[in-house]
């Protein structure tokens, strides 16, 4: 299988918890937390494993609560590359409201980074990344780091010959409308960040595709995908245009549905399936992710489960 390298600047240590009716200026009796390691990369590596796929997961950590998230990769038999974070790591809280279904999810900033810190980062990903492998940067930017760090990523690996599949969005997703930058091997975002992208909306999977093959013939990357949420996936490349239909499910959370779907689609490619089918998988991966409730991510038997339900069209 090829090697594969997740990168996380900014991971955290997820608490999940839920309670009967979420008001101001109360007590609220909550049940005992889930705790679990998360920030974008670091749940692809998370959703890897429990697909019986391997991965690294670069990672900057730092203080008591770095400690906390090696030892919960450790836990999950996930490989970590760790880098010294400047700050101490984030932790966040997801709390779902038992009496209304509803989830409210507190996401911290992360430490400050440098430019020094930066450029270490970057340095080290060179080193750690797998010769004709793939790289996976997924997640927010800590505060400091620069709108242009997948750019620079692209341009710094490019000699590994490795794939760089990037799921970011905000600043950093449109600065590399206008970077000169080596393109990523695979864009990823969802329906409102391509919306925003593009500047109007996109109201049916043809304009998705429309709109991501525009976005390969300028050059941002050789493949790039549209999520449409409950209706499905798009990808586009020069080649084609594709469409995954995500499997009809009952939504328990939606946390890490994205993720699950990059580690699924990612896996997919490592072990050498064509894009249409990867995409196929990964629709599947978000769809299982889903079903299960607070942080967990998809699981290898729903993936397959409804693999059938994902079928793939060409647009």
Request: aromatic fraction near 4%; include cysteine; glycine fraction near 10%.
């Amino acid at each position: 299988m090829t090697a594969i390298l997740t990168i996380t600047l900014n991971p955290t240590v997820d608490l999940s918890t839920s309670t009967e009716g979420i008001l101001p200026e109360r007590k609220l009796r909550c049940t005992r937390p889930q705790t679990d390691p998360g920030g974008g990369g670091l749940n692809v590596s998370r959703a890897i494993t429990a697909l019986g796929g391997n991965s690294t997961a670069f990672v900057a950590l730092g203080g008591p609560t770095g400690d906390k998230v090696m030892r919960l990769l450790a836990e999950a038999g996930i490989g970590v590359y760790p880098f010294p974070a400047p700050g101490e790591t984030r932790m966040s809280l997801t709390a779902t409201d038992t009496a209304t279904g509803e989830q409210y999810r507190f996401v911290m900033p992360g430490p400050d980074w440098g430019e020094r810190d930066v450029s270490k980062a970057l340095s080290r990903i060179a080193r750690a990344a797998p010769e004709g492998g793939i790289v996976v940067l997924s997640g927010s930017q800590p505060p400091g780091v620069p709108v242009d760090f997948p750019a620079r990523l692209a341009a710094k690996i490019a000699r590994t010959k490795a794939r760089l599949f990037l799921d970011t969005s905000g600043k950093a997703l449109h600065y590399l409308l206008r970077a000169k930058s080596p393109p990523a091997d695979l864009l990823r975002m969802d329906e409102l960040e391509a919306e925003e992208l593009a500047g109007h909306p996109l109201p049916t999977r043809t304009d998705s595709a429309d709109f991501a093959q525009d976005l390969v013939g300028r050059g941002l990357a050789h493949a790039v995908i549209v999520a449409r949420g409950s209706e499905g996936n798009v990808l586009a490349t020069r080649e084609g245009r594709w469409f995954a239909k995500a499997a009809k499910v009952k939504v328990v959370s939606k946390v890490g549905a994205g993720d699950s779907f990059v580690a699924a689609f990612t896996l997919a490619l490592a072990r050498d399936k064509p894009l249409p089918e990867a995409l196929r998988h990964g629709a599947a991966g978000a769809s299982a992710a889903v079903t299960s409730p607070a942080t967990d991510l998809c699981s290898a038997r729903d993936v397959k489960k409804l693999l059938s339900q994902c079928p793939v069209s060409k647009i």
